[in-house]
């Protein structure tokens, strides 16, 4: 694999030519930070694998720092951006918490409909988290766009969030509401 390759085709002929297959691109992408998304049409393409660092793009795309919440939710934090830059991002945060919602309130359906059909066939239903938060959106952005997120995780309570994007997808419409909404943020 590579890391931020540019020159996807190029450099992949001339691996074919030395019967070296290139496996994958790595390269940074989220919903705050969507500069490199052409990667994803050219990863695919070319059959490699699009790893994706820094999906969260440092805490800025999980939709926890707001205009209106610039700590987190820390008691007695500091902002850990700018002003400025989440006001800027106000529309896409909100769109984030409205996807996150519907998000939910199809994984619950979905769930119920699932139970029903496992009940009497095969045991116990599969566990699949309905608690779904902007990080786990913005994780499942990167997912629905083609590309493997490399999450950074400090600590247990961030490892359950990011396992808590597993179990789910985005669709479309989804996915299409949050390009509308980065869209207008200019990202």
């Known amino acids: 694999g590579i890391t931020n390759g540019g020159k996807l085709r190029k450099l992949a002929r001339a691996l074919e030519d030395q019967d070296v297959q290139l496996t ?8 705050t930070s969507r500069k490199n998304e052409k990667m994803f049409d050219a990863c ?11 999906p969260l793009n440092g805490g800025l795309a999980s939709g926890v720092y ?11 934090g ?7 830059v989440l006001d800027k991002l106000q529309p896409l945060h909100s769109v984030q918490e409205t ?39 913005a994780i499942n952005y ?25 179990g789910w997808t985005l669709n479309d419409e989804e996915v299409d509401m949050l390009d509308a909404a980065a869209s207008l943020c200019k990202l």
């Not at 695919?44 to 820094?54: A, C, E, R």
């Not at 707001?66 to 007695?76: E, H, I, L, V, Y």
């Not at 500091?78 to 400025?84: E, I, S, V």
């Open 24 to 31: 994958s691109n790595t390269f940074e992408f989220s919903l």
């Open 44 to 54: 695919k393409l070319l059959g490699i694998i699009p790893l994706v660092t820094n």
């Open 66 to 76: 707001t205009a209106t919440n610039p700590s987190g939710g820390q008691a007695g």
């Open 78 to 84: 500091a902002a850990k951006f700018d002003f400025k």
């Open 99 to 137: 996807v996150a919602d519907r998000v939910r309130t199809r994984v619950i359906r979905e769930m119920r409909d699932t139970q029903e059909r496992y009940k009497s066939r095969y045991g116990p239903p599969p566990k699949i988290n309905t608690d779904i938060t902007t990080t786990q959106v």
């Open 142 to 166: 990167v997912i629905a766009k083609g590309g493997v997120p490399l999450v950074e995780v400090d600590s247990p309570r961030q490892a359950d969030e990011v396992l808590g994007s597993l």
